[in-house]
């Protein structure tokens, strides 16, 4: 036995000493190729054995859960009513539809079951304000159909009009500055439209696609009632979008276009309703709007990780009082993904006779537990210090929000 | 008046109770779905354009979510992939879950390519690479970065340098697994025959991310297209290697 172990030692000293020489001498060895002669095998079909159900829920089917928790904590609100809370739960399903050599049509449904306590006018829950305890929203839902032209053109035509003319229509993001391109769901960094125009989703149908390889476009008509589809007697608002192509993103890290909006809203989610000038004004009344908007995002590799400066700046008017619109962000993501920085401005200037704008400085962390390129699965914790600087109604505040979110 | 506000008249507790109710099930509802889905990722950001300039005779294209996760041989399928990349895979940017788009296009109603992209870490970020392939041979016909967060991406963008790829096969990469380590010199390595575009005595990891990046993408696609026609190619790349290993130490055995 001993001896055995003996050689045994002896064995794994030699294999450890020699194997740069064993290495070499199996490197240097010139043999005849061995793949001579070989093919990749044919195509193995399979016969799905799928119910209709089963493909519907396999094929092009997509379904994430969702999870959110906010505290946000005022400095100004009275008493035990200054700590407010907003627990949800939700799913989002998208679906997609193909026939045999093309993909026609998209659904998305994305709903949230949310109970809210002791509301604060947090910059992410402009929406919340009338809904204290539970409600039951809908976020987005739409419908998605692509090259909507195609029944009508040569095979030729189609393939010189790809993703060209494709039409939306639902509830989905306000087709004006960089919400399109930017998923503000789960974050409590929001961009403008919200402040806006009172909403950041709406109830929308329009052609968008690609104008040329570098301009896409977005020409859309949106109802102007904001959450609830309303017939108040407003036209509605028409919106109109270029903005670059996805070349610029990828090959640059750039993103930006040019907006513009007119038409008729309804008055309670006008921004003006906050103002005691016009609390007595019918909520059912309708606003002339009009805006114009420029809007930019830069990203670039910085040490460690990614930075990224976006801007929303837009000017016009509800009815005669002009609006400026100004928001600057940097955001700033390590390599690892495990964190991030960012910091906003915002500010809304409404010509008026009192206070006439709106402004905040934000700073957020964010830990990351996943973070998914391609937002796949998300699971984060934020903590948020929004401090107002200038108020059209009502005291400065300094409101502090700590968020968990998981999406998966 | 919301679409989506209860009507309910009770009040109080009762009213809570209620509320928490539907809460509780729905939660429950959600929590039950099975085969939980991914949203997309992997992505072309704006496939007509990208896949007319791959395909300026296409027609038409179809999209095809594949979700390993979703996958009845899903779990198996991540490991294969994982020992025909050679590496592990990054806990952040090649999970499980990450769900993949093959893009097939159509002339009429001819199928003239696929197209299919993935990511890998890179030394800056995230590296996502998109490769069109024949859909007989599954060759590479073009390959392209749609996102690359490095400090030597106008290196890697060079056109002398994508050109390179032009008609690499899954199989040519399993090859060079056995060439590199036994005939390094043999003229039959197509990846070895790739030129580096960094210049030595710089950080080429990108490079290196690159070309295994390119390898994963075409794994997957023989995976989820082809139903791994190219496998008998790393069965005989590892099976030579085994032998060779097996022939070095024999003389060795002999000594003893």
């Not at chain 1, 093309?102 to 919340?128: C, I, S, Y």
């Not at chain 1, 830990?367 to 998914?372: G, H, M, V």
């Not at chain 2, 392209?144 to 400090?151: A, D, G, I, K, P």
């Amino acid at each position: 036995m001993i001896m055995n172990k003996r050689i045994t030692g002896i064995f794994v000293v030699l294999v450890i000493e020699l194997s740069p020489w064993l290495c070499s001498n199996l490197f240097s060895q010139t043999t005849g190729d061995p793949f001579t002669g070989m093919a990749a095998v044919t195509n193995r079909i399979t016969v799905d054995e799928q119910s209709v159900l089963e493909r519907f829920v396999h094929d092009n089917f997509l379904f994430r859960k969702e999870i959110y928790s906010q505290l946000s904590w005022s400095r100004e609100a009275p008493g035990s009513s200054n700590v407010y809370s907003r627990q949800s739960a939700g799913f989002e399903a998208y679906k997609k539809f193909s026939t045999k050599t093309a993909t026609v049509a998209a659904f998305d449904l994305q709903f949230r079951l949310v109970r809210r306590d002791h509301f604060l006018p947090v910059v992410n829950d402009m929406e919340g304000e009338d809904r204290d305890g539970f409600f039951a929203e809908v976020h987005n839902v739409y419908f998605d159909f692509y090259n909507v032209l195609n029944p009508f053109m040569s095979d030729q035509a189609r393939g010189s009009n790809v993703g060209r003319f494709n039409f939306r229509a639902g509830r989905f993001y306000v087709p004006f500055g960089l919400n399109l391109q930017t998923d503000t769901h789960g974050t409590l960094l929001q961009l403008s439209n919200d402040r806006n125009f009172g909403f950041e989703r709406d109830w929308c149908a329009g052609f968008w696609g690609s104008l040329t390889p570098d301009i896409d476009y977005n020409i859309s008509y949106l109802l102007g009632s904001g959450y609830d589809i309303s017939f108040d007697g407003q036209d509605g608002l028409l919106s109109g979008r270029l903005s670059l192509g996805s070349r610029y993103l990828n090959e640059f890290g750039m993103e930006g276009g040019i907006s513009f909006m007119s038409g008729e809203r309804i008055f309670r989610h006008t921004t003006m309703r906050t103002l005691s000038s016009m609390q007595e004004r019918d909520e059912h009344e309708t606003v002339d709007t009009i805006r114009g908007g420029l809007d930019g995002r830069y990203s670039h590799i910085v040490p460690g990780g990614t930075m990224s400066v976006s801007t929303e700046l837009s000017a016009g008017s509800d009815e005669q009082a002009d609006i400026f619109s100004q928001l600057y962000q940097v955001d700033y993501l390590n390599r690892s993904r495990k964190w991030g920085v960012a910091t906003q401005y915002r500010r809304f200037w409404q010509d008026s006779e009192s206070d006439p704008a709106d402004s905040s400085l934000f700073g957020e962390f964010t830990w990351y537990f996943r973070n998914d390129i391609g937002n796949t699965t998300l699971h984060w914790v934020k903590l948020n210090v929004e401090d107002q600087i200038e108020q059209q109604e009502g005291a400065r505040d300094v409101i502090v929000s700590v968020q968990y979110y998981r999406y998966w | 008046m919301s679409l989506f506000r209860y009507n309910t008249t009770v009040t109080g507790k009762e009213y809570f109770m209620q509320k928490a109710f539907c809460f509780a099930l729905l939660l429950n509802l959600i929590w039950q779905v099975s085969g939980a889905h991914a949203a997309v990722g992997c992505t072309l950001s704006n496939p007509s354009q990208d896949l007319k300039y791959l395909f300026p005779e296409m027609s038409t294209y179809r999209e095809d979510v594949k979700a390993l996760d979703q996958m009845a041989d899903g779990r198996e399928l991540f490991q294969k992939l994982k020992e025909r990349l050679g590496s592990d895979l990054d806990p952040v940017y090649e999970t499980y879950e990450t769900p993949y788009t093959v893009y097939t296009i159509f002339k009429g109603d001819n199928v003239i390519g696929y197209v299919h992209g993935v990511n890998v870490p890179g030394e800056g970020g995230v590296i996502q690479i998109f490769a069109s392939v024949n859909p007989q041979t599954g060759a590479m016909s073009r390959f392209f970065f749609q996102r690359l967060e490095s400090t030597v991406a106008k290196l890697l963008k060079k056109k002398e340098f994508l050109s390179q790829f032009n008609g690499l096969t899954l199989a040519d990469f399993y090859k060079h697994d056995y060439f590199s380590k036994v005939e390094p010199a043999s003229t039959e390595d197509k990846v070895a025959g790739i030129k580096n575009p960094i210049p030595s005595g710089q950080n080429d990891s990108d490079y290196r991310s690159t070309l295994r990046g390119v390898r994963k993408n075409l794994i997957l696609l023989d995976m989820f297209v082809y139903k791994q026609k190219d496998e008998p190619f790393y069965k005989r790349a590892q099976e030579v290697l085994a032998e060779k290993k097996k022939e070095a130490v024999k003389p060795l055995e002999k000594k003893q």
